[in-house]
């Protein structure tokens, strides 16, 4: 009879142990808060693009208040600039960039104002409701990558971005944009002359990264980039579906 007693302590004793291990054991966190990164190509050579500019300005501002994770960039294509009037914010390397996710969703070619929401649908810029719609869908799943950011002013005219990122990085690269969060410029030719333009997240430098759990990006400001009125957005993306897995915004020092 002792020895069953012996025998029983000794189980429960076990058990006991078992389960205290394993409420000490944290478990790995492998979902992050939901984002939406809406990326807006547009162009102020184009008489269609400012009604898109004023939604995303809109939405943005929206965000902000009901604290709704999104992100926004504005990349200024370069093929209306042969118009009448150079974007000074127009940039080759966007309009290629643009043709990327034109080859992704097999569409014919390019257009503006086209919006593209987490790398995973399109739409014209200016649609509110499927803008709307594609927001919600995608701020309804949890974001599958995590990003840190931390910026740095080795000189006055460079800021170093320090990065750490977790979760789902096999395949993926790190985007990292530099922006003006505000951007007015009074159109004198062109489509859009005499109007005065308004955009929010305009892409400045633009860099990409293989992604890597930590790492540093050093950007090299632009001719008249105002720090004050500047940012960092980086967000992991994938090599082949294009997802976007995760996002984060810094403002610079």
């Known amino acids: 009879m002792s020895n069953l007693v012996t025998i029983a302590a000794l189980l429960l004793s076990i058990g006991g142990l078992g389960f205290l291990n394993s409420s000490n054991t944290p478990s790995p966190n492998l979902k992050h808060e939901p984002v939406a990164v809406v990326e807006l190509f547009t162009s102020q050579g184009c008489s269609s693009c400012p009604s898109a500019d004023r939604l995303l300005n809109e939405t943005l501002a929206n965000a902000t208040k009901t604290n709704r994770n999104i992100i926004g960039l504005s990349f200024h294509v370069d093929y209306w600039d042969r118009l009448g009037w150079k974007d000074p914010f127009s940039n080759h390397a966007f309009t290629k960039r643009q ?6 969703f097999g569409l014919p070619g390019v257009y503006t104002p086209q919006e593209v929401v987490n790398g995973q649908s399109e739409f014209v810029g200016s649609n509110r409701v499927q803008q709307s719609s594609q927001l919600d869908k995608a701020l309804q799943e949890a974001a599958t990558a995590g990003v840190q950011l931390k910026i740095s002013a080795p000189s006055p005219n460079t800021r170093t971005l320090s990065y750490t990122l977790d979760g789902e990085l ?17 159109v004198s030719r062109g489509e859009n002359a005499g109007h005065k333009l308004v955009h929010n997240n305009v892409v400045r430098a633009f860099q990409t990264v293989p992604a890597s759990s930590n790492g540093t990006v050093t950007l090299t400001l632009p001719d008249g980039f105002d720090p004050a009125n500047g940012a960092v957005v980086a967000y992991v993306q994938g090599q082949q579906k294009l997802e976007i897995r995760g996002a984060s915004q810094v403002d610079i020092p």
Do not use: D, G, P
């Not at 043709?99 to 992704?104: A, F, G, N, T, V």
């Not at 096999?170 to 009074?186: D, E, F, G, H, I």
């Open 99 to 104: 043709y990327q996710y034109s080859e992704h």
């Open 170 to 186: 096999a395949n993926a690269v790190l985007n990292v944009a530099l922006v003006s969060k505000m951007a007015v410029t009074q």
